[in-house]
């Protein structure tokens, strides 16, 4: 099953165009699109983030638009999809943490981690992406590939990163 595509790391396999693919991100261009990508479902979570992001719950709610506190209060940040835990969000679009600023998609998490008001940063998943991790008896980390991301491609191909 697993070929010359993958390479295994501490019993963790990476499909190749992980390491292989130049990517960085250019947030200039792309405006945050990784936080509002059209769907269901939010950022996959696990149960240490979950306690993290609870404690600094009161500290988002002057950050992030009035309608994504509100979905927060009304249902919760995040929620349980066939046995994964995924953050909330609105209008199948924006994470309930996202906030804007200059018209970019940005996380409120990740704001009070650079204000040193949190040790939480932000979720692995979203440090990670496009790099999803999936599990088939181990885990694979592989490249997703999205149109929002082409400029991360063209400035990682150019920087060669």
Request: hydrophobic fraction near 35%; include cysteine; charged fraction near 30%.
């Amino acid at each position: 099953m697993f070929n010359s595509n993958f390479i295994s790391i501490n019993n963790v396999l990476l499909r190749k165009e992980v390491i292989e693919t130049p990517f960085s991100c250019d947030l200039s261009k792309c405006k945050g699109a990784c936080c509002t990508l059209e769907s269901e479902y939010g950022a996959p979570l696990n149960e240490e983030e979950i306690v993290e992001m609870e404690k600094v719950l009161p500290l988002v709610e002057n950050i992030i638009p009035q309608k994504h506190w509100e979905e927060i209060e009304e249902v919760g940040f995040y929620e349980e999809k066939d046995g994964e835990l995924l953050t909330r969000s609105v209008n199948n679009k924006a994470c309930v943490f996202v906030y804007y600023e200059d018209k970019i998609a940005k996380c409120s998490l990740e704001k009070l981690f650079f204000e040193k008001k949190s040790s939480f940063q932000k979720p692995i998943s979203c440090h990670l992406f496009p790099i999803r991790v999936s599990d088939f008896g181990g885990e694979i980390l592989r490249f997703e590939k999205f149109s929002d991301c082409s400029p991360a491609l063209e400035r990682g191909a150019n920087e060669n990163v």
